[in-house]
């Protein structure tokens, strides 16, 4: 259907809202990446199946005939409980549904409307039949996430229902471009990348240039490993995202835009294109959108496996066919970006906020979140945590309501040990930093980054050292080697930090470190190289007696570091079978058969063999 | 040399994205995607077509990890080593993977062509850590047990 007018796009509303009620019984099954990894198709295909066995009910929308429907949704939030399935009206919340369940949810719910009460999601004895009602959910703010799990991502109607692409519409006819730019910029909106750099400040500068040819590029590369709120957004709900292009294509006088999507989201390129292809068929993307003479294309180019494409000079190089290496600056990416144009970088969250500020206005967003940083974040959870998912809050929430009373507490009661923050550019917040709110400026205070809102959740069983070396060799192998403080500095810190895990490390190299920590930080090029020490500095200030342990005491008390474990005999346990002995690749376990044996220890490479071996449980690690 | 009919394809795909500069790198994982690895000719091939030199085109295709001059296996195992999987001990399972199929992070792919084991810095499944994927297929909550079984059921396929 073609949406050439306001009106049509009010009348086309209506009727999909007409028929979306008008569905007796609507099965939302959640198809986001950790759901379907999950087995979450095969429940959708039997759900379609059992009621397509129904006589006299369509399992899609036809009038006078009664239907069904089963809708594939994004992320509905909790991963770890995963597959999700929501049923409408009753709004019933599934939990860890099985295809076995399938016929049971059938018969109960999808035919009578009853529960299938053990597939609720409980805490003890409380039992929480909808969504609203799991603390995961109940304590999150949902803008930027508000339809993702609740609407069909592959079906245009389902988000002009939602209230899609009126934003557009008030912009298109009510707002000049000014207008819109003041919109953003009033309302304080800060570039969810990490960097937070003002928004409505970035597409002034952009409007303001003398070239008129410009581009609009969304930064769709979210290569912080540990963190997904990106790919669920592109998942979720790309309507949104697209919709908040079109507006920043508006307001700056752009008519091409560029979607980049890293190479490891298959699903999120799949459900963009779905979702651009539909909406040019509607004309709410393509030429003279609404009726209006506005004019605006969208093509995603894939990434092809570089962390450094997230910065934004590299990004843009390689969508122009180049190496991903990022230049100096300036110029910026505001006055020559794209093929050497000006150009609006934003990030997928970034324009995913759009809508809703130029539908809303400014006033509502800056009643969400703090002075300095208004709006909701977006941030997964993951790591040692009961709840692993993804979660929507205010700016300003403390890590304590998001570790605690979302996120429920640390996996298997342990203990909190530290936060890290903001990826391989990050860096960790502890225990003291529990009751920080969290927003652009009071995470920088404490040498961590908000970047993008991977929060990875460490208990006693991490080594910082550890940590920080992984970081560390992420980073080394990302750097793309244009400049030199990075290329070589990267690779001189993993080498120190590499030592000192084997237990080979001296003294002297936390001093090195740290010289070399401030050297690549001030010097290097890029984002990338600039914050690539933080995750050391950031863990030398904070764990820096863990180091020193294992430098002097050549001990890992997390017992993580391979070269630093003692293999051990439990003399009670062993039973003198000589399995171990024989297992043992550099003969460093001796004995006598049906008596006890030993490790020496000076002999032992630490391979765990005697340990996997063990019938009776009796090697153990010694940190 | 290589058939006929890779440059027909090639063809087609050259004149999906057309014949320019920035097409390079899309052109590039479609050749990729069709073949699962990038043949030295056909890269030549592609840089006369869309007009850029044969080095620039090996020096875009060298600086992005995705892709690959060695043919791969049938089956591509990428086990993650993302920041979330890594904290919940996925080092144990690559090294499990590599032990069973008798590869190394120099050695990639089994001599039978059947396996191909990379890591890779993030699925954006850490919801679900460990995780692994084969051919793009993602497995959750992974142990050391747990891909040993499915690499034997893999085999058991592929034989």
């Not at chain 1, 303001?208 to 410009?214: F, N, S, T």
């Not at chain 2, 087609?12 to 097409?23: D, F, L, M, P, V």
């Not at chain 2, 030199?53 to 086990?79: H, L």
Request: charged fraction near 25%.
């Amino acid at each position: 259907m073609i949406i050439d007018n306001r009106e049509k796009l009010e009348e086309k509303r209506v009727s999909a809202r007409e028929e979306i009620a008008s569905y007796q019984c609507r099965i939302l099954i959640c198809a986001g990446t950790g759901c379907v990894a999950t087995g979450s198709q095969k429940i959708y295909d039997t759900m379609v199946e059992m009621c397509k066995g129904l006589e006299n009910v369509s399992v899609e929308f036809q009038k006078e005939v009664p239907h069904l429907g089963v809708v594939k949704t994004g992320c509905q939030g909790v991963c770890e409980l995963g597959p999700l399935m929501r049923i409408e009206p009753y709004h019933f919340q599934y939990v860890k549904v099985q295809q076995e369940d399938c016929r049971e949810i059938f018969e109960k719910t999808v035919l009578n409307g009853d529960p299938v009460e053990r597939l609720f999601y409980s805490k003890g004895k409380e039992i929480f039949a909808r969504p609203e009602e799991i603390p995961f959910i109940a304590k999150q703010t949902r803008v930027v996430l508000e339809n993702c799990g609740s609407i069909d991502s592959e079906n245009i109607d389902e988000y002009i229902a939602a209230g899609g692409f009126s934003a557009l519409a008030k912009a298109l006819f009510d707002m000049t471009p000014n207008e819109v730019i003041e919109e953003v910029d009033r309302s304080g909106l800060r570039g969810r990348g990490g960097g937070g750099y003002p928004t409505g400040r970035k597409w002034k500068q952009v409007a303001r240039q003398a070239e008129k040819e410009r581009y609009v590029v969304c930064n769709g590369d979210e290569g912080d490993p540990g963190a997904f709120m990106d790919g669920s957004v592109m998942e979720g709900d790309p309507f949104k995202m697209i919709e908040g292009m079109t507006i920043a294509g508006y307001a700056v006088a752009s008519s091409e835009g560029y979607i980049y999507v890293r190479a490891e989201y298959p699903m999120s390129v799949a459900r963009l294109r779905n979702a651009i292809a539909q909406a040019e068929e509607h004309h709410l993307l393509g030429d003279n959108i609404l009726g209006s003479d506005f004019s605006f294309h969208l093509h995603i180019n894939r990434g092809a496996g570089a962390f450094v494409c997230g910065e934004g000079s590299a990004l843009t190089a390689s969508i122009e066919g180049n190496r991903g290496m990022p230049r100096v600056k300036p110029p910026r990416t505001v006055e020559k970006g794209l093929w050497e144009k000006p150009t609006v970088l934003n990030n997928v969250e970034t324009f995913a906020n759009v809508p809703n500020i130029v539908l809303k206005g400014a006033e509502w967003f800056r009643t969400i979140g703090t002075e300095g940083s208004p709006g909701t974040k977006t941030f997964s959870i993951t790591g040692a945590i009961e709840n692993t998912g993804l979660i929507e809050v205010p700016m300003g929430t403390s890590l304590r309501d998001i570790i605690y009373e979302i996120g429920g507490g640390i996996k298997g009661n342990g203990e909190f040990k530290a936060v890290q923050i903001g990826g391989p550019s990050g860096g960790c917040l502890i225990t003291p930093h529990l009751d920080i709110g969290l927003d652009f400026d009071s995470v920088k205070k404490y040498n961590a980054i908000m970047g993008s809102g991977g929060l990875v959740v460490m208990d006693e069983h991490t080594c910082m050292v550890e940590v920080a070396r992984f970081f560390m060799s992420f980073t080394q192998r990302e750097s793309c080697g244009k400049c030199v403080p990075c290329r070589e500095g990267t690779k001189r810190m993993l080498e120190i930090l590499e030592r000192i895990v084997a237990g080979e490390g001296r003294l002297e190299d936390l001093d090195q470190l740290e010289e070399l920590a401030e050297m690549v930080k001030s010097m290097a090029l890029c984002g990338l190289g600039k914050s690539a020490p933080l995750p050391v500095l950031s863990t030398l200030k904070t764990f820096r007696d863990e180091y020193v342990e294992h430098i002097v005491e050549k001990k890992c008390a997390s017992k993580t570091c391979q070269a630093l474990r003692q293999y051990k005999i439990n003399p009670e346990f062993c039973k003198g079978c000589s399995k171990c002995a024989k297992n043992c690749p550099v003969g460093a376990i001796t004995g006598k058969l049906k008596e006890k044996y030993t490790i020496n220890n000076e002999l032992c490479i630490k391979c765990g063999a005697c340990k996997d071996n063990c019938a009776f449980n009796a090697v153990y690690v010694e940190a | 040399m290589l058939d006929q009919s890779y440059y027909d394809k090639v063809d087609e795909i050259i004149k999906h994205y057309g014949r320019k500069a920035s097409s390079l790198i899309p052109i590039m994982q479609d050749i990729q995607g069709e073949y699962r690895y990038l043949p030295g000719e056909l890269l030549t091939y592609v840089a006369k077509e869309i007009g850029i030199r044969e080095a620039k085109a090996y020096s875009v295709a060298t600086f992005y990890e995705n892709f690959s001059f060695e043919p791969k296996g049938k089956y591509v195992i990428k086990v993650c080593d993302g920041t979330a999987c890594h904290v919940r001990k996925s080092a144990p399972i690559l090294e499990a993977i590599f032990k069973e199929l008798g590869l190394s992070p120099k050695k990639h792919t089994t001599d039978d062509m059947m396996f191909t084991v990379e890591t890779v810095s993030c699925l954006g499944a850490c919801g679900l850590a460990p995780t692994m994927t084969v051919n793009d297929e993602v497995h959750p909550v992974m142990t050391p047990e747990k891909a040993l079984a499915l690499i034997n059921a893999l085999k058991g396929e592929g034989a």
